[in-house]
């Protein structure tokens, strides 16, 4: 009898083990468990690079430096930007300094949409919209936190797509 009992035992902590495996039997992870993506991931590779957010429009770059000239000249629609990456978001890599010729920008990843490597340093061309940002000292501070020396007033780009050479 007992040998019954032990089988039947066997096989409805087998049929348990079996649902949770198949996800019938499924639970939610506890609070600051939650699965977080290994980095970020190119959408695409190719020109000596590595594509980042939503494909990139077919555009010829400016350089930053001659945007920052007038930037209300390129505030208007969105284009293509060129520069070398000076700061990445150290927390999530959601944006990066882009500079060129002692002018930059804080190119922000659209809706925190995607991100990019923390350690990027290297040229990039970035499709966004432009403008100009005066920043209260609560942003300036929340950058400052993710490792950035944000300046009262700069350019932003709300960027749609990065390339990073080099990936």
């Not at 009992?5 to 949770?20: K, P």
């Not at 190719?46 to 390129?74: R, T, V």
């Not at 040229?123 to 009262?152: C, F, M, N, R």
Request: aromatic share 6%; net charge negative.
């Amino acid at each position: 009898m007992n040998k019954w009992i032990i089988a039947g035992m066997v096989m409805a902590l087998a049929a348990a083990a079996q649902a949770h495996e198949s996800g019938q039997a499924s639970h939610a992870p506890m609070a600051g468990h939650e699965a977080v993506p290994a980095g970020p991931t190119p959408i695409a590779t190719g020109n000596g690079g590595a594509y980042y957010g939503a494909p990139m429009p077919k555009s010829d770059p400016l350089l930053i430096s001659q945007a920052a000239q007038k930037p209300e000249a390129h505030t208007a629609a969105p284009q293509a930007f060129k520069g070398r990456i000076t700061e990445v978001c150290q927390n999530k890599g959601c944006w990066l300094v882009l500079e060129d010729n002692g002018a930059f920008a804080r190119v922000f990843m659209s809706g925190h949409s995607f991100s990019v490597p923390k350690e990027s340093r290297s040229t990039a061309i970035v499709y966004g919209t432009l403008s100009v940002k005066q920043l209260d000292p609560k942003e300036i501070e929340h950058l400052a936190s993710e490792g950035s020396k944000p300046q009262p007033q700069e350019l932003q780009i709300d960027a749609t797509s990065v390339w990073i050479a080099g990936g």
